[in-house]
């Protein structure tokens, strides 16, 4: 079958592909450590991205975070988030692009009764050439926005 | 390296596998209209399940709706899902798993600035032998919870 497919948002498109790195977490309330990443951005025939992410522990490779969610661009030319975490969070952030720089910060969070409670996210990503660097601030766990993540990986060959 | 693995939470483990099938969509404001599907649900080696789900066009194959996010297990017995769509909406559902028999309906949904206003939305899961059957209803664009999806899926060989 020649399934029809619509091009990806041509703002968000630097984004696509599979990048691998390490990063740095820290906040108040938890130990600094570092972990290893890998991110994955694909199309799936509709104008938005598709978004994975997965991190794990340098030393014995058990797995840490992980999230989920979509890309999609805006008519006006800024960019929506939607995320789910497996720590029991949803997030929609909105922001903008600017050549291959996004800046994005919550405009909804929610949790599950379980689940620790998050207020506010803001994640920066600059991609530069073959490298993708993100930074992510977070208000939680009664802690005011502080930084919290900051990472740099590179895009993987096909 | 022998990666350390926690199982994933037993009350839930019914749902892992690949499962595949039809369904039909129908809403006061749209054409009712039949669409094949797939779910996925898998193991990370933390204590949650992976969730990734995509529907496409009997006729054409074109790709239609998908959600992605993670099954948690509450220490009462609950279940917790969080989903996050391509539609620019993100769900907390939370309920309750008897036998292979999930109740689940959003305690939060958030949408993006420029998708559609979805207000509630309440999922039926039921698994019995090798088959699973769901049904969604929702609240959106003005809408009252009507029934809105049901498809029927088989778990698919490894």
Do not use: C
């Amino acid at each position: 079958m020649n399934v029809p497919s619509v091009p990806p948002p041509a703002g968000l498109s630097f984004l696509l592909g599979t990048w691998a790195g390490e990063g740095v977490g820290e906040y108040p309330t938890i130990e600094t450590f570092r972990y290893g990443e890998e991110i994955r951005v694909w199309h799936t025939g509709k104008p938005f991205l598709a978004y994975s992410q997965r991190t794990w522990a340098l030393d014995d490779g058990r797995p840490l975070h992980s999230e989920v969610g979509y890309w999609r661009a805006t008519p006006d030319g800024g960019v929506e988030l939607v995320l789910a975490h497996p720590t029991g969070v949803v997030e929609v952030q909105e922001g903008e692009v600017a050549g291959q720089a996004v800046r994005l910060r919550s405009t909804s969070i929610a949790t599950t009764a379980t689940a620790k409670h998050v207020v506010a996210l803001e994640r920066d990503v600059d991609v530069v050439g073959e490298q993708l660097r993100y930074a992510v601030r977070m208000a939680a766990v009664g802690v005011p926005l502080t930084h919290h993540l900051a990472a740099t990986l590179r895009r993987q060959p096909e």
